[in-house]
């Protein structure tokens, strides 16, 4: 059960507005675990993509703190809390950081973490320790609802980095999730990790990162146990992941693992930020059972800016087709991103 890293390229001849004729190349890539395709559009580079000469202005929401339900001056009357036994005020603290549940959940607990109480905080700017203690408390949420239900086992962490990627408040958050049925992605990738592991003892994204690393082509830099990489197979543009090798439960990750994650996340954001790009989705999603054989991984994938009337970054082809189509051969994205790993 060898992981295949494919791909092939394939040529568009055309005759350009000029009477010339042009090649343009196109790759397919598979992802080696996901199997699902992807195209690099090389030639869409040249087209301009919209509001990305500079970083894009503060958004207007930037400024109006006051109505802001996520600042600490309307906190506790706008944001709800707990049901009672899950949090013990209703709400949970730790560092900079406060719980509460999602106002509008999409599962049975639903939770949104804030990143301290400063209402906008341009790309690349915060602390880690901010995004740590976030994430801590992000973690010690989904060991109280463990404990209270205990198949609530498809947990996930995720971030809508301003309102181009799906965030409704710029004031900075991250989502908790945990719920007893999966999410597409959390059955796919249960299955696929354990009968890699039952085939070859071993967990799936561990041996995609040693294939990596030998390559090398990918491979950004790395921050305590978490090691950086440009996708091979990108779904999302500049699409970077973090692996935890032989990591497998938020729960059980410790305070200093958090804190390297968080380290990387900083960095990956000034490296959109020299792209001139301000919005992202970031992702981890793990399954907490002791049996899972799912390695902690995060994805983060640009989106296009927020800057007015901008082209959504999802056209025909990645909604109808299925297929993502990006620009940029993810081995330029690492050699672009690597220097700020290594500062
Ligand atoms: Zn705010």
Known sequence: MELSFHSRKIEARIIGPDGQQLTRSIEIRKDPITGRSCRITFSRSLEKEAATDALPPRPPGADQSADCPFCSH?????????????????????????????????????????????????????????YRDCFINCAEYLRKVLARDKEAVY???????????GGSLVHPHLQV???????????????????????????????????????????????????????????GFFEIWAICPGRFSMCELRAEEWHDLASGVILAQRFFRSLNRNAYNLGLLAVERPESRLELR??????????????????????????????VAPEQTASRARPFWSK
């Open 298 to 327: 995060v994805s983060l994938k640009v989106r296009a800016n927020y800057a007015p009337w901008v082209r959504s970054d999802f056209t025909g082809y990645e909604l109808m087709l299925g297929d993502m189509a990006t620009f």
């Open 155 to 165: 947990v996930a962490i995720t971030q809508n980095h301003l309102p181009a990627a």
């Open 177 to 235: 999730h945990a719920d007893r049925p999966a999410s597409n992605f959390h059955r796919f990738f249960q299955k696929r990790s354990s009968r890699f592991f039952a085939a070859t003892g071993r967990g799936i994204f561990s041996a995609y990162l040693e294939k990596e690393m030998n390559d090398g082509r990918r491979y950004i830099g790395r921050t305590g146990q978490w090691h950086w990489l440009a996708a091979y197979a990108p779904e």
């Open 74 to 130: 309307r906190l506790e009357q706008a944001t709800p809390r707990a049901v009672a036994g899950l949090l013990a005020k209703g709400r949970q603290r730790y560092g900079d950081s406060v719980l509460f549940p999602n106002l509008f959940p999409y599962g049975a607990y639903s939770a949104v973490s804030l990143l301290g109480d400063r209402h906008y905080v341009e790309i690349g700017t915060a602390r880690p320790a901010t």
